[in-house]
């Protein structure tokens, strides 16, 4: 069975910093591209960035509202996601989700909740 | 405000057939694989269509997708209570260089 577990979440302050991890099993992780996705309260979904398997290049494309902030990384001997997040801001308070299953995101975990706040 | 525009609510009665269209650009519905996802509340969203008209295993064939030029649509048909749930169209940017959501539909079973 597929299973993707997010943990880290927390109430940082404004200009702090936090680091997620996606726990994955049951499939080879290695050979995934994974991706962060999140969710505002009470708004809609927004895509946060992705990390391609080391075979295609294991390069990382971030979405404009966190490029040069976040750094999504992946540690595949521990098939564990990683995402950096530095210089919070109070727009970034979310329900953070790591995802993979190519084509589309078939497998998700069940978030992990982030609040930025004074 | 989304790349993709999606009307913010749609509604139906059980067993109706409900459409929700998702509206993008060359640059990214025009050129792009389409993907659909339903979000029950409180949920995790969940894959209802892969590139543009694809089901994967276990998701009803009541739901179905298609694509045309720069717009895509998602055809529920024989709706059930249990279809009440956000749903977003999503696809790939080429000018943005990012993955793209629609802002989501709200689907209500009346």
């Known amino acids: 069975e597929v299973q993707l577990v997010e943990s880290g979440g927390d109430l940082v302050k404004p200009g702090g910093s936090l680091r997620l991890s996606c726990a994955v099993s049951g499939f080879t992780f290695s050979n995934a591209q994974m991706t962060w996705v999140r969710q505002a309260p009470g708004k809609g979904l927004e895509w946060v960035g992705r990390i391609k398997s080391k075979v295609d290049g294991g390069t990382t494309d971030y979405g404009a509202p966190v490029k040069g902030r976040f750094t999504i990384s992946r540690d595949d001997s521990k098939t564990t996601l990683y995402l950096q997040m530095n210089s919070l801001k109070s727009e970034d308070t979310a329900v953070y989700y790591c995802?993979?299953?190519?084509?589309?995101?078939?497998?998700w975990g069940q978030g992990t909740l982030v609040t930025v706040s004074s | 405000q989304s790349v993709l525009t999606q009307p913010p609510s749609a509604s139906g009665t059980p067993g109706q057939r409900v459409t929700i269209s998702c509206s993008g650009s060359s640059s990214n519905i025009g050129s792009n694989y389409v993907y659909w996802y339903q979000q029950l509340s409180g949920m995790a969203p969940k894959l209802l269509i892969y590139?543009?008209?694809q089901r994967p295993s276990g998701v009803p064939d009541r739901f179905s997708g298609s694509k045309s030029g720069t717009s895509a649509s998602l055809a529920i048909s024989g709706l059930r209570s249990e279809d009440e749930a956000d749903y977003y169209c999503?696809?790939?940017?080429?000018?943005?260089?990012?993955?793209?959501f629609g802002g989501g539909t709200k689907l209500t079973v009346l």
């Open positions: 995802a993979t299953g190519e084509p589309g995101w078939k497998y």
């Open positions: 999503v696809t790939w940017d080429d000018s943005l260089t990012s993955v793209v």
């Open positions: 590139k543009n008209n």
